[in-house]
Structure formats: C-alpha cells, structure tokens
C-alpha cells in the first residue's frame, strides 16, 4: 500500500512532482508533469472510444458530487455517514453492478440508514434477515454475513462517538485532521490494522471508499487501481 507520497513544487514542465516510496522496498518511481498529462491523455482517449459515457457513469456513482458539495461546506448526518459506509462495505468482493441494482431498496432494510438502530442489530437478524434479503436479489457477496456483522461494530463505536461528540461524522474529521489534512493517510488510519480509529470491518480500500462517499477528496487504493499502476509501469510488485 503507498504511504503518504512526498510532494514536490513543479518549478518547470518535466520536473519531478511526486515521489512514491514505500510500494515496494526496492522501486522507486519519479513522475513529471509531463509524464501525468501523457498518461491522463490516453485513458481519457481510450474510455472516449470503449465507453462513451464513462463521464456519466461516474457522475452517476455520486462521488464527485459529494466532493463537490463537501468543498461548498455541506456536512453529512449521521444517516449518511452510515449510508456512505454501508456502500462501501456492500461493494467489497463483488461485481458493484448487483449492489446497484439494490441501492434504491437499502434504506426501508437498514432502518432509514439510522445509525444507532442498526448498532443494536444482532448476529441472529443479520443471519436471518439481512443476508437471504440480498441472497433473493442475488445481490450478496461471500463474506457479505461478515462484513455487515462488522459493520454493526463499527456503527456501535460511531454511535457512542456522535453521542459524545456531536456527530459520526467529526470521527472522520478527527481521523484526518490527526493526520494533518491528509484524507489518503486518514484511510490508512481507519482501515490499518493497530490503528487507534480503525473501524472494524474496513481495511485500507473500503475506508478510503467510505471517506469518498462522504466527499474527502481520495483515490481508492484497490486491486484495479494498483493493477492499473503496474500495467502503466509506475510501480513494480
């Protein structure tokens, strides 16, 4: 997983701007402005070709909206903190395309996405209830009985947090303004194994999906992203 990358000014055209280290302990990639615009040029070509409305379906996931509107000062209730984190738990290990398909009938099954009900959902109605709900819609991934079941922690600490501090979503806040600003080390801190704020349930990827759901500014560091990376030859593994 990168760590934080280091930043540097871009004096000229060509000069190095970023530094990834820690991907592998034994490469280390030098990426130019020059470099990004090139490679940023051919996805852009290349989705304009094979997909067409690659732009659409992007506006359509939500997240660029909701960066939008957190850069306008919008604040998220605890219902959508809890919605933000639901679908990105739901989009673990599984085609997003049968989620999708459920997304418009979550909120009468999660409680109008109530954050302190579901934190007092059992092991037994997530077995009984929740799972054959999506199995019926074949809508279910394979951990999906373990996921929501972490989720049900995870909504219990974020419940006791918004009773003390005013809101779940101030967990998050917290969580970046402890890494100074920086939401991509924030995901590590909320999905990194021994973190003080990791959230049961989420590792590195979904965390950084929940913070994007919620309108922090982030890449999600998944399998096709890091897959992506190698193929362009930026990292090795």
């Known amino acids: 997983i990168p760590v934080r990358p280091e930043v540097r000014s871009v004096e000229s055209t060509g000069s190095p701007i970023k530094t990834f280290s820690g991907i592998t ?17 051919q996805i852009v070509r290349h989705l304009d070709q094979r997909l067409p409305d690659w732009r659409k379906r992007i506006d359509g996931l939500g997240q660029v909206g909701a960066v939008r509107e957190r850069q306008t ?8 903190v809890f919605e933000a984190l639901l679908r990105s738990v739901l ?4 085609n997003w395309a049968t989620v999708e398909s459920v997304l418009g009938s979550l909120r009468s099954l999660f409680l109008d996405f109530d954050l302190c009900a579901f934190a007092e959902t059992s092991d037994a109605q997530i077995e009984d209830r929740f799972v054959p709900w999506f199995e019926a819609r074949q809508a279910g991934s394979q951990n999906l009985a373990r996921s929501l079941k972490s989720l049900v922690r995870s909504a219990r ?15 998050f806040v917290a969580a970046i303004d402890d890494c100074n600003g920086d939401s991509k080390m924030a995901a590590l801190e909320l999905g990194g194994d021994n973190r003080p704020k990791k959230l049961p349930g989420l590792g590195i990827p979904l ?3 929940a913070l994007r759901n919620m309108g922090f ?18 990292v090795t593994f």
Not at 25 to 35: G, I, K, M, P
Not at 73 to 80: F, I, L, P, T, V
């Open 217 to 234: 500014d982030l890449a999600k560091p998944d399998r096709h992203v890091n897959r992506a990376f190698g193929a362009f030859g930026l």
């Open 25 to 41: 302990n034994t490469h280390t990639v030098f990426l130019t402005s020059t470099d990004l615009f090139k490679l940023w040029s």
């Open 207 to 209: 965390a950084a999906e």
């Open 91 to 94: 989009s673990a290990a599984t």
């Open 157 to 171: 600490r974020l419940c006791d947090w918004s009773r003390q501090h005013g809101s779940a979503e101030s967990y």
């Open 73 to 80: 000062g919008k604040h998220w209730s605890d219902s959508e």
